[in-house]
Each structure stands twice: as structure tokens, then as C-alpha cells.
């Protein structure tokens, strides 16, 4: 079956696969723990997920996961990239040593497929047995060791969230493996098994491809019906024998791309009556019971605002505490560089530059983990998957295909990824609809401009008692950007991308207890990476900050009158104007010329520009939040900012495209300058349109006052 040679002098290269809700990444979690790292295949904007882990006691392996598929097919670019990595056709990558294949024991016929594939393929391959236990409560019981003996490949169970396995799957991977080579097993109709063997054998010799390379480029050919003429990648020969092969299926009445499916799962359903005993008749499981309410047409949507209310209840109760232990924390060290740094500009920028800057932004890291902790609980619960099932509904009625749902929800994390999980879907006119309005939900860079807003200006009264009236405008500026997103979409779709949407199948995994270890692991993640970018390129714009708005010196004046004159005061009162219709003032304008690169980086200049008024730096600082509540203006001595200022500066936060590496991503997706562009115009105006009615309108209810 498979010969093992242990190699104990290179790092192996390992790939994890599998379907989609097969617990290919709880696996990969399980394996890899903290040496793991997430970035993106060089020239290319698919996330790249990786981890370093010892296989034995002097040997290791990378382990790379890659993104679910359902089959060797490629529907999306995503899904071409990750089997291009698999199949060693990627430059960007080392080539695959030995590839874990997760089976979702509780669905075993359909995992199937793709690990046929992969077998056909000759490719070294460990099938993981995964979800036994959901298998045990339908009454499913799997001999291994048959499965093994008829697919010919090692088959080893695991439990990741409990442990099991894990070590005899590390001694699996130890070994060498060499399947032996075999010929394909499943069969296909005779005239279609004659044609299929003729195009390998002309495939082989013509092409120089070896014997699995040529079958699966045969099948590619016959059950496909993409044209031919111009395929500069085969000769002439091949064209005509595919075309010609093609028209006799054809005028047969065999569905060329149904017959192969069927075909090979005809041998699966063979290979699972060998190695599967049902024990029970099918119960009603608890996912169908739960399903029963969650997927309702009325309750269904209840309960999903339900969660979302409770989400944001939380990440304002729960993180208020952290976030005054995070806000003391930069206060003491700000009172530690007073005492021993002699009075001067090098004090100012580090204790109103530096310091004020990031912990602007950083104070904001307890209430980015609770969300990401509940999204993450969410997911992992299954939960998510019927969400984008309820979706689907709203998605269809403005054009969107359901798989939209997944980019957007994504989008609320970060407009980036969720503007590359666009490749799932198959129909381009509705990837660039997706990809255009992906931007308008709210994203984490967001959540600091919103909380401080709210918990500044927002009183924090109860509603029903239950829900506190800052959760609920929270909740309410993300349902307002996923309904701005639909009702653009809708939009676009009847204009200048019309077109029908193709039908949503989507699986709903089983509800299943959230593995903990890889929520914390993505909470690790995420906290780092925000960390990061706070120790570096936030700290970088709030020293830049400091130096445009404490220069050019003047001679005399208060420190509210050099700001004004500083090199930023002078920007932001350049705009002014512009800006003033929705009531906004020179300060907020200097906040929105550097939030321009990243949205969170208003919050850091607004903390910077109002600290170096502060002259009082031995008495120690107030929050951002104080200073904004105390600000008057000079002359009227009327508050600046206000309840409206607050909901003003909230909705323009929500439609505006303040990112540029989202408009660099939307390039380099797009290929061209033309739709990021034409994204920064409409998202523009939207957000200048939507802010001055609103600002209008509070001055029409005295919001203003």
C-alpha cells in the first residue's frame, strides 16, 4: 500500500486540505499552537496561514493550510492559487511533500471526492478522520483499516479539540511516503471509459505530461465546455481530437460534466458500503431541531439582531474596564517621562506625540479582542453558516449572489480580506459588486473613531432596561453600513453590472462546542498585529504629527493659537471650508487628512493635537475623551464637539473610503485604476451627502446645541 523511509535531515513541506467545515483549520491549530504565522503569497492577495512544528526528534515540517475546496476543479482565482500550490504548479510556494486531507467522518461520501482526487493525483497523502463523534451520535461507525486498504492511502482519526490522534498523525507525517503508483479504479460508462483513455494516452505522448498530469487534464477537457481555438497551451492535434470527442458525447446525450461526478462517486459509495456500518436510523439531530427556530422567517431574524445587540452590549461593558487599566498604564508612564526628562520639545514629542498618539489607539485593543471573540465563538458554533443562509435572502432581492455574505461578514474584520474572498465567487460581475461595496461595512479600524464618539457623546441610559443605549448605536452604525452596501449593490446591479444571480448552495456544518484554543490563537493574532502596527506606523504618524503641528514656532502666542499656525493647523484650515457644511471644524479637518491612510488614525491625531495644548504636562493627562467633552469655541465659548458633531463624524467614518491599502488591494484585484477610482467617488460623495443631511438636520432638531 505505501512505503515509509525515514528521513531525519530536511524540513518537510506539508499541506492541509479539505472541505470546507471539515476541521481543516482546528487541525492546522492543534498541530502548529503559537508557531504559527499569517501573511500573503508573495505577488498574490490570498492569505497564506503557516506554522513550524517538530515531527520527530530531529526532523520538522512547515505545515501550510489552504484554503477549503470542494474538488481539484477550481470554481475561483482563491481556489486555482491553493491547487496550484498543491499540485506544485506554484512558483510562489516549495513543492508539497506529503498533504493532510481532512474527512468529515459524519459526511464521509462527499469528503470523498476531493481525497479521490488527490489519490488520482499520486500525490503523498494522510487522510484525517475528523468529527467521529458527531458520527457516533448518528449511529455511524468507520473501519479504518478497511477505508485504508480500499483507497490505498493511511487513514488516521483525530480529535483536535480534545487532542486524540494528533501524535500518531506527527509519526505518519514522519515517514516517507511513496504510493504506490496504481491505476485509476473508478469506472465510467464504456464509450466515455474508451474516449477518456484515448485523449490520456495522446495527452502523455504529445504533451510530455506524466500519467496522472494527463488524466486529469482529460477530464478537464472532455467535461468542460470552455472553447478550444485559441488555447495556445495545446497543439492542434489535441484541439481537434477534444473537439470531435466532445461532439460525439455530445450527439450521444451524455452529460459530459455529470458523468464523471457520478462515475466516481458511484466508487465512493462503493468504498463506503465496504468500510461504514450505519447502527440507527437517522435522528432528528439537534442542529435540525435548533435549525428549526434560527432558520425561521421571522424568529430567525430576531435572533440574529438578538446576538449582534448582545455582541455590542458587551463590547462596551466588558472592555471598559481593561481599557481604564490600559488608559492608567500610559498615564503613569507619561507622568514616569515628566519626572526625568528636563522640560523641552523632546519631552513634548514623546509625552504628547509618541505616547499620546498610540495610546489613543491602543486603549481601543480590549474592545477589537471582545469583538473578534465573539465572532470567533460565533463561527466555530456553526452559527455563522446560518447566518449567511439568512442572508442569502436579503443578498438575492438586491442581485448579490449569497456567497457575497462571506466577503462582507469578513469586511467587518477588514475590508482587505474581505475584498480577496470575493474569488469564491464564480461570476465576475457580481465579485466586482461585492468587491465595490465591501468597503462599506464597518471594519475594525473603524470601532476606536466609533467608541470614542459614543462613549463620549452618547448618554449611557439603559433601553428596556437590557441594553445600554451606547450598545445600540453601535449595532446601529453596522446594520446602516450593511444596508447602505446592500442598497448600493442593488444599484449597481441594475445599472452597469446587471444580471441574474446564479443559485446559493451552502452546507450548514452540525453545531458543534467552539474550540477555545483556536479563538485565543486568532485573538493572539489579531492583538499582535494591531499592536504592531501601533508600535510602528501609527507611532511613525504620531511623531510626523507632532512635528507639522508644533511648527513653525511662534515667538509668542498661546499654545491653541501655535496650533493653529503649525504646518498641520494651516492644512486643516485650508479645507475648512469644505468642510464646514457638515460641521466640522479645522481640527476634525486635520483628523481627516490623516486618516486618509488609515481610519484609526484619527483617533491618534486628534489625541496628539489636543495634548500639545496641554501645558500642564506635570499634573498629568486627561483622556481624549475628557478633552473633547471640555473643548469650546474661542470665540462663541460654546461646546465644539457635540451630539451631532459626534453623529456626524460617525457617518462619515462609515462611508468614506479612508484606506489606502484597500484602494491598493482594489487595484491589484481589479487589474487597473479604474474601479478603485471609481470607488473613491461614489464612497465620497455618499458619505459627504449622507453627513450633511444628517448635519442639517440635528441643527433642524437642536441636536447641535
Not at 213 to 231: F, M, Y
Not at 338 to 361: Q, Y
Not at 571 to 588: R, S
Request: hydrophobic share 45%.
Amino acid at each position: 500500500m505505501i512505503q515509509l523511509e525515514k528521513s531525519r535531515t530536511r524540513v518537510r513541506q506539508i499541506a492541509i486540505i479539505g472541505n470546507p467545515n471539515s476541521g481543516k483549520s482546528t487541525l492546522f491549530n492543534a498541530l502548529t499552537g503559537l508557531r504559527q504565522k499569517v501573511g500573503n503569497y508573495p505577488g498574490v492577495t490570498v492569505e497564506k496561514k503557516e506554522g513550524r512544528i517538530p515531527i520527530d526528534d530531529t526532523s520538522e515540517a512547515v505545515i501550510i493550510d489552504l484554503p477549503g475546496a470542494y474538488s481539484l476543479t477550481p470554481n475561483s482565482p482563491d481556489e486555482q492559487i491553493a491547487i496550484d500550490i498543491l499540485l506544485g504548479k506554484s512558483p510562489q510556494s516549495s513543492p508539497i511533500d506529503i498533504v493532510i486531507c481532512t474527512i468529515d467522518a459524519s459526511n464521509l461520501e462527499r469528503n470523498l471526492y476531493l481525497a479521490t482526487q488527490i489519490i488520482d493525483w499520486q500525490i503523498p497523502v494522510i487522510l484525517a478522520l475528523t468529527m467521529l463523534d458527531v458520527a457516533e451520535k448518528l449511529g455511524i461507525r468507520i473501519d479504518t483499516s478497511v477505508l485504508s486498504h480500499e483507497l490505498g492511502v493511511q487513514v488516521v482519526p483525530v480529535n483536535a479539540l480534545q487532542g486524540t490522534g494528533i501524535n500518531e498523525l506527527k509519526k505518519a507525517l514522519a515517514g516517507d511516503y511513496h504510493p504506490f503508483p496504481r491505476k485509476r479504479v473508478w469506472r465510467l460508462p464504456e464509450i466515455v471509459e474508451e474516449e477518456l483513455d484515448e485523449l490520456t494516452a495522446l495527452l502523455e505522448r504529445h504533451e510530455s505530461l506524466s500519467s496522472a498530469e494527463a488524466l486529469h487534464q482529460a477530464i478537464h477537457l472532455l467535461s468542460s465546455n470552455n472553447g478550444l481555438l485559441n488555447d495556445e497551451t495545446l497543439s492542434r492535434e489535441i484541439v481537434n481530437h477534444v473537439q470531435k470527442d466532445r461532439e460525439r458525447l455530445d450527439f450521444l446525450e451524455i452529460d459530459r460534466q455529470a458523468v464523471f461526478v457520478e462515475s466516481r462517486y458511484a466508487w465512493i459509495k462503493h468504498v463506503c458500503s465496504k468500510s461504514v456500518t450505519n447502527t440507527m436510523a437517522p435522528p432528528l439531530s439537534f442542529s435540525d431541531r435548533v435549525d428549526r427556530i434560527v432558520l425561521h422567517r421571522v424568529w430567525g431574524y430576531v435572533i440574529f439582531l438578538g446576538l449582534m445587540a448582545v455582541l455590542f452590549q458587551s463590547v462596551f461593558a466588558w472592555a471598559t474596564l481593561p481599557m481604564e487599566w490600559i488608559s492608567s498604564g500610559f498615564d503613569w508612564i507619561g507622568r514616569k517621562v515628566v519626572e526625568v526628562m528636563p522640560p523641552g520639545d523632546l519631552r513634548n514629542l514623546t509625552v504628547n506625540g509618541a505616547l499620546s498618539g498610540v495610546s489613543a489607539v491602543v486603549v481601543f485593543l480590549p474592545q477589537i479582542l471582545f469583538l473578534f471573540l465573539f465572532l470567533g465563538l460565533l463561527e466555530d458554533s456553526g452559527y455563522m453558516a446560518r447566518a449567511a443562509f439568512l442572508m442569502d435572502r436579503l443578498m438575492s432581492k438586491v442581485g448579490l449572489h449569497g456567497k457575497s455574505f462571506i466577503p462582507l461578514l469578513s469586511s467587518f474584520a477588514c475590508a482587505i480580506p474581505g475584498i480577496m474572498a470575493t474569488r469564491t465567487i464564480d461570476s465576475p460581475k457580481d465579485r466586482l459588486a461585492t468587491m465595490l461595496v465591501a468597503p462599506l461595512m464597518s471594519c475594525s479600524a473603524r470601532l476606536p473613531v466609533y467608541t470614542l464618539l459614543i462613549s463620549a457623546f452618547v448618554p449611557g441610559v439603559m433601553v428596556a432596561g437590557i441594553f445600554s443605549l451606547s450598545g445600540l448605536t453601535l449595532l446601529s452604525l453596522y446594520l446602516f453600513g450593511l444596508i447602505t452596501a446592500l442598497v448600493m449593490a442593488w444599484l449597481f446591479k441594475k445599472t452597469f453590472l446587471r444580471g441574474a444571480p446564479p443559485a446559493f448552495l451552502l452546507e450548514l456544518p452540525p453545531y458543534r462546542r467552539p474550540s477555545m484554543k483556536s479563538i485565543l490563537l486568532q485573538m493572539w493574532e489579531r492583538s499582535r498585529l494591531f499592536l504592531k502596527q501601533a508600535g510602528t506606523f501609527i507611532l511613525g504618524v504620531s511623531i510626523v504629527l507632532w512635528f507639522l503641528a508644533s511648527y513653525p514656532r511662534l515667538k509668542d502666542g498661546s499654545p491653541s493659537e501655535q496650533l493653529k499656525q503649525s504646518f498641520a493647523g494651516q492644512a486643516g484650515q485650508f479645507i475648512e471650508p469644505l468642510i464646514q457644511p457638515l460641521g466640522f471644524d479645522w481640527k476634525i479637518g486635520i483628523g481627516l487628512i490623516g486618516s486618509i491612510l488609515q481610519r484609526e488614525v484619527f483617533v491618534s491625531t486628534m489625541g496628539t493635537i489636543y495634548n500639545i495644548q496641554n501645558t500642564n504636562l506635570e499634573e498629568g493627562s486627561i483622556s481624549l475623551r475628557e478633552q473633547l467633552q471640555r473643548e469650546r469655541d474661542p470665540v462663541t465659548g460654546k461646546p465644539t464637539f457635540t451630539l451631532l458633531t459626534a453623529l456626524c463624524l460617525m457617518v462619515y467614518y462609515m462611508l468614506a473610503m479612508q484606506c489606502l491599502s484597500t484602494v491598493a488591494v482594489m487595484r491589484r484585484e481589479t487589474n487597473g485604476w479604474k474601479w478603485p477610482l471609481f470607488q473613491i467617488g461614489y464612497m465620497t460623495l455618499l458619505a459627504y451627502g449622507a453627513t450633511f443631511i444628517v448635519y442639517r438636520g440635528g441643527l433642524m432638531l437642536s441636536l447641535g446645541d
